[in-house]
C-alpha cells in the first residue's frame, strides 16, 4: 500500500513529500491511521546524520498517534477504530534476557528503531511516522484512554514521556527527593511535569532566561539559570536525582558537584559531539555517579500513558503542517521550542 510522507533524501537535503509502501498487515500487525506525530530532537539528529549510519530515504518520527484502520487475524488485543500510539521501537527479538523482562529497549539482539532499523519491507530499512498510515507488530502498540480531544498533546509521551518517566522510576523520584531536570525542551519539560506529579522536589536547570516562569508553570518548585554561577553554587551537593536532557556537548561537572553523595546524574541527551571529559575525582569523592537511560520498555511506556491519563498530564505543543518541519528543525537546533512540535498528519494529504 502507498502511504505520503515526508523525508529527507540526503544528510543535507531538506525533507520533502515522498510516497512510500506500507506493508499489508500480517496476522499479527495493526494499521494505524496516523493523526499526529510529535517532533523529537532525534528525528533532527537522525536526519541530518549527526549520529552516522542514517539511510535515506529517511521518514522520521517515533511519537506516533492515531486509529487503528485493520488488524491482522491473530490480533486479539486491539480492533478497529481504536486509539492508539506507536513510540520509538516497532519489533525486538522477544527472547533474550531482556526482552523476557519487558526491557525491549535494551534487547541484545538490538530492537527495530521505528525509523531507520534494519526490516525486510521496502526499502530495507523502518520509516517512520510522518506518513499518512504505518503497519506495526501488534506487540509494540501502545492503548491511549486521554480524551480524543488531547490526542496530538499525548503524541510527545510516546519519546518524551517515557524518556524522562523511566528514569524518575529507575532512580526513585519521589516524596523527600530532590531532583534536578536539565534543559527545558521536548523531554526536559515532559522530566518537570512527571517529577512533580512523582512527588518529588523538582528543580528546573534551563540556559534560556526566557522560560523561567513557564518552569514554573510546568511544575518546577525552583528554577536554576544554569548560567549564572552563583545560582548554581548555592545548590551545591543538594541532589538525589538530576536528569540531563540536553542535546548539545557540555560540562557535566557543573551538574555532578550539585549530587548529594550517592547521587546520580543520569544522561539522556544524545549530542552530536561528546561532552567534555568528567572529573572523576569528583565522582570518587562522594560516591555519585554518571548514568544513561535510553527510553522505557512497553510494558512501562503503558504504565506512563496511564500515569499521565490519570494525572491529566500532556506535553505542551506547538502544532505544526508537515511543510514547515525544516522551520521546527532550525527552532529546535536553537532551543526555540514551546515545548514540543506535533505534525498535524492530516497536512500530508495536501
Ligand atoms: P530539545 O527539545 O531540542 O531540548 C533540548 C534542550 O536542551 C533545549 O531546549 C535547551 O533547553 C537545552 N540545550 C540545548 N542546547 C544547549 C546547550 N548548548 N547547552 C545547554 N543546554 C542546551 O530536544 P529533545 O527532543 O528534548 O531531546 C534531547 C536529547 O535527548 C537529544 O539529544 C535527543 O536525541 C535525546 N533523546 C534521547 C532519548 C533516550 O532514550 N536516551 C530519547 C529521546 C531523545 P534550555 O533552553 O532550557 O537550556
Ligand atoms: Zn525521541
Redesign the pocket.
Known sequence: MKTKAYGAQASDKSLEPMDIERRPPGPHDVQIDIAFCGV???DL?TVRSEWGGTQYPCVPGHEIVGHISAVGDQVTGFKVGDTVGVGCMVDSCQHCGSCSEGLEQFCESGFVGTYNGKTPDAPGHTLGGYSQQVVVNDRFVLKIHHPEDQLAAVAPLL??GI?TYSPLRHWGAGPGKKVGVV??????HMGIKLAHAMGAHTVAF???ES?RQDAHDLGADEVVISKNPEDMARHAGSFDFILN????S?DLDAYTRLLKRDGTLCL????EHAHPSPNIGQLIFGRRAIAG???GGIAETQEMLDFCAEHGIVADIEMIPAQKIDEAYDR?QR?D?KYRFVIDNGSLAA
Open positions: 523529537c530532537h532525534s539528529h519519546c518524551a524518556t534543559g527545558i525542551g521536548g523531554l526536559g534551563t540556559t534560556s522560560k536532557t540536553v542535546a548539545a557540555h539522556v541527551g544524545v549530542p537511560s535510553l527510553i529546535m532551543s521550542v
